[in-house]
């Protein structure tokens, strides 16, 4: 499996259960309790799904919440 990284830090990981103790020990106090009960719930493979898919969302959230017409980029076409 390749290396992956923290989706809150540059920790690196490989092993899920690995990761699963870091967000525990280093993150805890800012996950919401969603995010905890997804940690707890999944394992393996699926707790590499569900950290793949909190990213995809998070991206998403940040790139809709960027305003697409503003009066600084008013007439230029946005591409996302």
Not at 30 to 59: K, M
Not at 67 to 77: H, I, K, M, Q
Request: charged share 20%; aromatic share 12%; proline share 5%.
């Amino acid at each position: 499996m390749p290396r992956r990284q923290c989706p809150f830090c540059y920790h690196q990981w490989s092993r899920p259960e690995k990761i699963r103790v870091h967000l525990l020990d280093y993150h805890r106090e800012v996950l919401s309790d969603e995010f905890l009960q997804g940690i707890h719930a999944a394992r393996g493979q699926a707790l590499v799904a569900y950290l793949d898919d909190y990213q995809v969302r998070v991206l998403l959230q940040n790139v809709l919440s960027i305003p697409l017409f503003t009066s600084e980029n008013a007439g230029y076409v946005v591409q996302l």
